[in-house]
């Protein structure tokens, strides 16, 4: 990993899962090339100790950079990857097809939400991510409580106050990280990022 990739590791004091963002600039005419080769990468990765999913923006019309965020359960399981043989072999095949060099980023959290698919692209306002957000989460604090009041009632000791809020949380968050708002995000982008 290059002094840049280094240095955008968040200094935070907990374990709460990276995601790596990698930006590679295609040159047009190795496009079908790239996205076989994408799928390779895709598939090396999956294999890997705490890979725990996959985002891809492919880029609009007009433009050749692709956006992967690479997503592993810790910072440890991120390095092993990034440094692993295999990433290095399967870059090293490709690199005639790129542009330009490679960018990558460490991300931690839900960092990775709302970073814009174009490197020059402005953030999103504070009033666009909170909406969004909002509108994700306000659903699931009632659809999940009630998917889970048959557990709660069939189990008495996970329905104590806190402990049945704690299990509500957790899924509400999961759900929200690996599966609703990469996708909404995607879905949105075009506002979001106006």
């Known amino acids: 990993m290059n002094d840049k990739a280094a240095e955008s590791v968040p200094s935070v004091h907990y374990n709460d899962g990276r995601s790596i963002i990698i930006k590679h600039t295609v040159r047009p005419e190795f496009r079908e ?66 542009a330009s060099d490679e960018q990558l ?20 306002t504070r009033w666009k991510q909170w909406l969004i957000t909002t509108a994700v ?22 329905s104590v106050w806190g402990v049945r809020h704690g299990i509500t949380a957790a899924t509400i968050v999961a759900l929200v990280v690996y599966l609703i708002m990469p996708r909404v995000v995607r879905l949105v982008a075009g506002w979001l990022f106006r």
């Open 33 to 98: 090339r790239y996205e076989t080769w994408l799928k390779q990468i895709i598939a090396a990765a999956a294999e890997f100790p705490g890979h725990s999913g996959v985002h891809i923006l492919r880029p609009s019309e007009g433009n050749d950079t692709f956006e992967i965020a690479v997503r592993f359960t810790s910072n440890s399981a991120a390095e092993a990857w990034l440094s692993s043989n295999i990433r290095k072999e399967l870059l090293s095949s490709i690199v005639s097809a790129l």
């Open 105 to 124: 980023e460490i991300k931690s959290g839900i960092d990775f939400w709302f970073t814009p698919p174009a490197s020059k692209a402005k953030q999103p």
């Open 137 to 158: 989460i306000w659903p699931l604090t009632i659809i999940v409580p009630a998917l889970y009041q048959p557990l709660f009632n069939i189990i008495p000791e996970i």
